[in-house]
């Protein structure tokens, strides 16, 4: 009854909860195992996702931005309006989410990050905080409080695969986590504005007497963030619906992600991602699935606590 | 002015603090207000404890409504499974629960930040999952009915004016404790390690001994409320201990003003009542909350009671000034 929404948020299409259901009794043990692998780097690409998002924002600003988890939601929930309300095929109106959502966040750097004079770590946690919620409330103004779907982009046949089956959206919420993981690689690595923001990240004093402009690379990498984030939101959407109170896990988890992979390393990122995904979803379907949420936690405290770098993170965590 | 020479007398302070509590309930006119102050006397309690650690430690948590769960589960279950009287279930929880804080917090609170954001966050939202699974002794989601009301040494507190004093008595305990724990050597370590954790170490503070003695304080204080809470209400469910209520007792803290104990009490009765005063607003209960959050951080990050503060000294200043300029200066 009391169920809080906000918290058990599950992704809707675990092994054992709803469809696609699999007649697991018809699977032997391997490809039951193999089953739960294709589900958990499907949900770790999106927590991989949402963890380069939160990694932007932090290369060029050492902000946490608790607000990451709204981007998907706002990604997911104006695909559907986009849709129902000016009818457009799914691909314009992801496209118009995207750029949406980039305005959202260049809109919180504007309006909440940037004005403080001087702040303090935790000055800027409850910043964004607060943001989080002003956009979920919002959001459960416009949006109402029901679950919206979309359609799978290309059909729901599943694809067998031996003995598995793959559904086509996983496919595509892989491809997509990988397409975005190589451009910002590509971007931050060869154009000449992922250069200025890698150097004013790294270095804004240095970037500044080269002319940088530090605040202009901070807006950039909220839009890019913004972005990154509505991609999640977009692609996980037909397999989870969307819901005006889903950012809170998907912050949580894609966060968890970047701190098991390495804050401030995209690569740890995509690994933490994934890992928190196959062990989540091995959980769920062999241990409990209520307890599918404690482990991505209880994974962040055992790495928080003696590996606060991450797995492939090499500058030391703060901790003295 | 009255309220900035009393942040200097804390004892004077309390005095009055007393009276007020002692008189308030018979300045309101409806009954169901004396609900709002017993719910505003127990958020006050672990808002205090929060504030401790919070305000003069500089360490954040975004987990304590774990603790007031933890603290409400725990005698609530010993009173509805195998009855207890309360009492016994205070004991035991505050027993368990602060070996429980202590274990976590020594490896929680060697990190810093938002790395300390987060683990107090995943603490808080394990703890929850636990309320919701271990649904043979909790109840699961729907919650555990049947705690037995408050009664003390066989005196009963069944009416509501009557756990009003009894919530009054616990709060005015757990503000003498805290003045004289912010007064003593211990406040001034505990504001050291806010200014600078490696200052206050090479002046000889134990930091992590003080850092890991305040949490388990604060999470004494949280279990005492989730205890009176438990058996004001008699039911519990998670839902009252999630990770939103984690979040409001801070911004309570944040929006009293960061490292004042009476700000603290300030921030939990402004906003305890303030869904009771926005129930015109009820949808928009949420974003307003988020707003107020983002507002007070940006425009008085010290927080209302220390920026309104500010606003008056700045004034008094101005009009000092403005008269220097008339006097003719000769």
């Known amino acids: 009854m009391n169920r809080p929404q906000a918290l058990c948020y599950k992704i809707k299409w675990g092994p054992d909860t709803g469809p696609p259901r699999y007649d697991h009794n018809n699977m032997t043990f391997e490809q039951q195992i193999l089953q739960y692998l294709i589900t958990g780097v499907t949900v770790g690409s999106i927590y991989a996702l949402i963890g380069m998002g939160f990694n932007i924002i932090y290369n060029s600003t050492e902000i946490i931005n608790f607000a990451q988890g709204e981007f998907v939601m706002l990604g997911g929930l104006l695909t559907v309006s986009g ?73 729901e046949e599943p694809i067998p695969f031996f003995g598995a089956v793959i559904q086509p959206q996983s496919v595509w919420v892989m491809g997509v ?57 977009i692609v996980i959407a037909p397999m989870s619906m969307v ?78 | 002015m009255m309220t900035l020479s009393l942040m200097k007398k804390p004892l004077a302070g309390f005095v009055l603090f007393s009276i007020l509590l002692l008189l308030l309930p018979f300045t309101v006119t409806n009954d169901y207000y004396i609900n709002v102050l017993i719910i ?73 930040g938002h790395y300390l954001a987060m683990a107090t966050l995943g603490l808080g939202i394990i703890v929850f999952i636990f309320f919701q699974e271990l649904d043979f002794l909790t109840g699961g989601p729907s919650g555990l009915v049947g705690i037995a009301p408050m009664s003390l040494f066989g005196i009963p507190f069944d009416s509501d004016l009557s756990y009003y004093y009894l919530v009054s008595a616990f709060l005015l305990a757990t503000l003498l404790l805290s003045i004289n724990v912010v007064r003593s050597r211990v406040g001034r370590a505990l504001r050291a390690i806010h200014g600078s954790e490696v200052a206050a170490s090479v002046l000889g503070v134990n930091i992590s001994r003080f850092k890991v003695g305040i949490f388990v304080l604060s999470a004494l204080y949280a279990v005492t409320a989730g205890w009176l809470y438990a058996h004001y209400i008699t039911f519990i469910s998670p839902s009252s201990f999630g990770f939103m209520f984690s979040i409001k007792l801070i911004t309570m803290v944040v929006i009293g003003s960061l490292g004042s104990l009476w700000g603290a009490i300030f921030g939990a009765a402004l906003l305890t009542s303030l869904p009771e005063f926005l129930v015109v607003f009820e949808n928009y209960e949420t974003s307003v909350f988020g707003l107020i959050l983002i507002l007070v951080m940006i425009f008085m990050p010290r927080g209302l009671m220390r920026g309104l503060e500010d606003l008056i000294k700045r004034m008094i200043d101005l009009g000092r000034q403005n008269l220097k300029e008339r006097s003719p200066t000769s």
């Open chain 2, 40 to 112: 505003i006397g127990i958020n006050s309690i672990i808002v205090i404890g929060l504030d401790l650690l919070v305000g003069y430690t500089g360490q954040i948590s975004l987990g304590h409504a774990a603790f007031y769960g933890l603290g409400a589960y725990i005698t609530g279950i010993l009173s509805a499974r195998w009855a207890w009287p309360p009492i016994g279930g205070l004991l035991i929880s505050l027993v368990m629960v602060g070996i429980l804080a202590f274990l976590i917090g020594i490896p929680t609170l060697k990190l810093h």
């Open chain 1, 177 to 233: 986590a990988l397409i975005v993981v190589l451009s910002l690689r590509q971007f931050f690595g060869r154009t000449l504005t992922g250069k200025a923001m890698m150097a004013s990240a790294v270095q804004p004093r240095a970037a500044k007497l080269v002319g940088i402009e530090a605040s202009y690379m901070v807006l950039l990498s909220f839009a890019l963030s913004g972005a990154v984030g509505a991609a999640a939101g």
């Open chain 1, 243 to 320: 819901q005006y109170d889903m950012g809170v896990m998907m912050g949580l988890k894609g966060f968890c992600a970047a701190i098991i992979g390495g804050i401030g390393h995209p690569l740890g990122v995509v690994f933490g991602g994934v890992i928190l995904g196959i062990v989540e979803s091995l959980g769920a379907g062999l241990i409990s699935s209520g307890y599918k949420d404690a482990i991505a936690f209880v994974i962040l405290l055992l790495m928080l606590f003696f590996r606060p770098q991450g797995i492939l993170g090499k500058t030391k965590g703060e901790r003295v």
């Open chain 1, 83 to 155: 849709m129902q309300l000016l009818h457009l095929p799914v691909p314009f109106a992801a496209i118009l989410a995207i750029v949406g959502v980039s305005l959202i966040g260049i809109t919180l750097d504007r309006a909440a990050i940037r004005p403080p004079k001087d702040p303090s770590p935790i000055t800027l946690i409850i910043i964004t905080i607060g943001a989080s919620i002003f956009i979920r409330g919002m959001s459960s103004l416009i949006w109402g409080k029901e679950p919206y779907p979309i359609p799978a982009f290309s059909g």
